[in-house]
């Protein structure tokens, strides 16, 4: 035992009830483990491992709380994210913007239409698309590619995407590569999907934006012909026609909800939450909670707003039941920051430019890392992308706890700050709160 220590990235914390634990949550692997506080030697919980007893220091060893107390943990994370944005993976990743054109006029829609002057992606871009994704497939080893269908509003060009997919198809079997594709919509358009299309496409999974119930998600969300069309009764129809046809059908294909939360939509988004669960949607379906950011990414909500939102939504949440439902319930395993720094991952726009990162796409005039309709091949973002993984040994990020879940950051907003003021995540605002509700919970504790 005494060449071990607890992990720094262990959140800890006591929970006192009938019988006292100890809630350790481990941020690298996000195992959760409640410890009896009669599994200690003596009753000081922060004297971890010396006052474990022999059960309790195995199964916190065998799920890797305990380290080599010789290991500098920052140093060894550091280096493995670092190595994991430059090694090829085993897949490729291509968010495809077929159009920008969009039926709906969002009133946070984070899309700079103005930086583009091609609206729908050509006959030459897909032509050249498809010669850029063969030569990745031709060149390495990749086992599987995953497209996710973008906008604007996909489903505006369905012709297209049909149109590319068959071609792709084509491309995966020649290199023995597996295939499936995700769709980005409002919804409007979704009964274009039929259950034949969606097995054609191989979609695994569709993402729909919800901003509240009729009257507020009509408002945030306005047909763009007028204010007056009911947006909201048109997606939830057709949300229940799509889940239907995917049961009846026994698809993989599920169905995200996206919430996109603020202080003014919040009751109306729980509400929402609350009738797709008594319909039965998310026995087979999933939600997401997303905070409204604005165009370069930045969070609108103050922290202590964010937090306040975090806390009624999760203990909702965990009050139904719906923890499992939730994608985003404890943060994702992390080994960077975003697809930006992933070696193989690709949002491709409709005027043929390729780019890195997302915020990148339709708000810079630059900043490409390939021109599909010139061949140019650009370096510049991507390093700079992954320059923050070399950075962290510099920044006060180092030593924070919540290092595995945030490496640091947005790079972009990093990047446009030039490292000079603080840019974290979320999580480190609330996380513990949700800890510590999950761990009451568990123990049948009152939330």
């Known amino acids: 035992m005494n060449k071990f220590k607890l992990s720094k990235y262990v959140l800890r ?5 009938d019988s006292d634990y100890i809630s350790l949550f481990n941020l690298i692997n996000k195992t959760h483990i409640l410890l009896p506080v009669e599994e200690l030697k003596n009753e000081n919980f922060t004297d971890i491992p010396n006052n474990l007893n022999k059960k309790a220091f195995n199964i916190l060893k065998n799920n890797d709380f305990l380290v080599l107390k010789s290991i500098d943990e920052s140093e060894a994370l550091i280096k493995n994210a670092i190595y994991t944005s430059k ?6 990743y291509f968010h495809i913007y077929l159009t920008l ?6 009133i946070y829609c984070f899309e700079n239409k103005e930086v583009i002057n091609v609206k729908t992606i050509s006959d030459e871009v897909e032509g050249k698309l498809l010669e850029f994704i063969e030569k990745k497939l031709k060149n390495n080893q990749f086992e599987f590619l995953e497209v996710i269908w973008f906008g604007g509003e996909p489903l505006l060009e369905i012709d297209k995407m049909l149109k590319l997919n068959t071609s792709l198809k084509k491309i995966v079997e020649k290199y023995a590569v597996n295939y499936s594709s995700q769709i980005s919509t409002n919804g409007y358009y979704l009964d274009k999907l039929t259950i034949d299309i969606i097995k054609n496409l191989k979609l ?5 934006s919800i901003d509240g119930l009729k009257e507020v998600h009509n408002m945030r969300r306005p047909h763009k012909s007028s204010s007056e069309v009911d947006v909201y009764t048109r997606i939830i129809e057709n949300i229940f026609y799509m889940n239907s046809i995917l049961i009846e059908n026994k698809s993989d294909c599920n169905i995200t909800i996206n919430f996109i939360i603020d202080m003014n939509n919040y009751e109306s988004i729980l509400e929402v939450i609350k009738f797709l669960k008594n319909k039965d949607f998310f026995l087979k379906n999933k939600f997401i909670i997303s905070f409204e950011t604005t165009k370069d990414g930045k969070y609108v909500l103050k922290v202590e707003e964010i937090k306040y ?11 139904f039941d719906l923890e499992n439902q939730m994608i985003n319930f404890f943060p994702s395993n992390l080994n960077v920051n975003c697809a930006g720094q992933l070696k193989n991952a690709f949002y491709v726009r409709t005027d043929g430019l390729i780019y890195k990162c997302i915020h990148d796409v339709t708000q810079i005039k630059n900043n490409q890392v390939f021109n599909l309709l010139t061949n140019e091949e650009f370096h510049f973002r991507s390093q700079e992308l992954n320059q923050q993984l070399e950075k962290i040994n510099d920044m006060v990020c180092k030593t924070c706890e919540i290092l595995p879940i945030c490496f640091g950051g947005c790079p972009a907003i990093n990047i446009k700050n030039k490292y000079t003021s603080s840019n974290c995540s979320i999580w480190k605002y609330y996380l513990t709160d949700i800890i510590s509700m999950k761990s009451k919970k568990m123990i049948g504790g009152i939330l």
């Open 13 to 17: 914390d006591l929970i006192v009830s």
């Open 87 to 92: 090694e090829e993976g085993n897949g490729i």
């Open 101 to 106: 054109d969009c039926n709906m006029n969002c």
């Open 204 to 208: 695994t999974n569709m993402t729909i």
């Open 309 to 319: 939102l975090a806390n009624i939504f999760y203990k909702y949440i965990l009050k």
